[in-house]
Nanobody
C-alpha cells in the first residue's frame, strides 16, 4: 500500500487547511486485502507522534483531545482517500502530519488475515501566531 499525502503549508493562527491522503495498491494486490481504518497522526519537534483523527471502515471517528471540535476527519471509501479539515488552527498545531492506514491482508493463513500499519511520508503544517 502506498500513501500519498498533501495539503500542508503555512497558515496564520485561526486559519484553516485541508489535508488529503490517498491509498493505492489495494485493488491490484496479489492477495485479498482491505482497509480497516485511515487516519492522521502528527509529530512536533521534541514530541512524540500523536493521534489527530481516525475513521474506521464502519465510519466511526476518533480524535485526539487537543483537536476535538476544531478538526474533522472524513473518508471517501470509493477511492480510498481520507481528508482532515482543520479549522481554528493554533501555533501548537504546527507539526508534520502523517497519514496512516491499517490494512488487513489474507495470505491464506487459517488463523486469519494479517494486520499491517502503513505510513505516508508526512506533510508539514506550520501555524504562525
Amino acid at each position: 500500500v502506498q500513501l500519498q499525502a498533501y495539503g500542508g503549508g503555512l497558515v496564520q493562527s485561526g486559519g484553516s487547511l485541508t489535508l488529503t491522503c490517498t491509498a493505492s495498491g489495494i485493488l491490484y494486490s496479489t492477495y485479498r486485502m482491505g482497509l480497516n481504518s485511515m487516519g492522521w497522526y502528527r509529530q512536533a519537534p521534541g514530541h512524540q507522534r500523536e493521534l489527530v483523527g481516525e475513521v474506521t471502515q464502519g465510519g466511526s471517528t476518533y480524535y485526539g483531545n487537543s483537536v476535538k471540535g476544531r478538526f474533522t476527519i472524513s473518508r471517501d471509501a470509493t477511492n480510498d482517500t481520507v481528508y482532515l479539515q482543520m479549522n481554528s488552527l493554533k501555533p501548537d498545531d504546527t507539526a508534520v502530519y502523517y497519514c496512516k492506514t491499517v490494512t488487513w491482508v489474507d495470505y491464506g493463513d487459517p488463523s486469519g488475515p494479517s494486520i499491517h500499519d502503513n505510513w505516508g511520508q508526512g506533510t508539514l503544517v506550520t501555524v504562525s501566531s
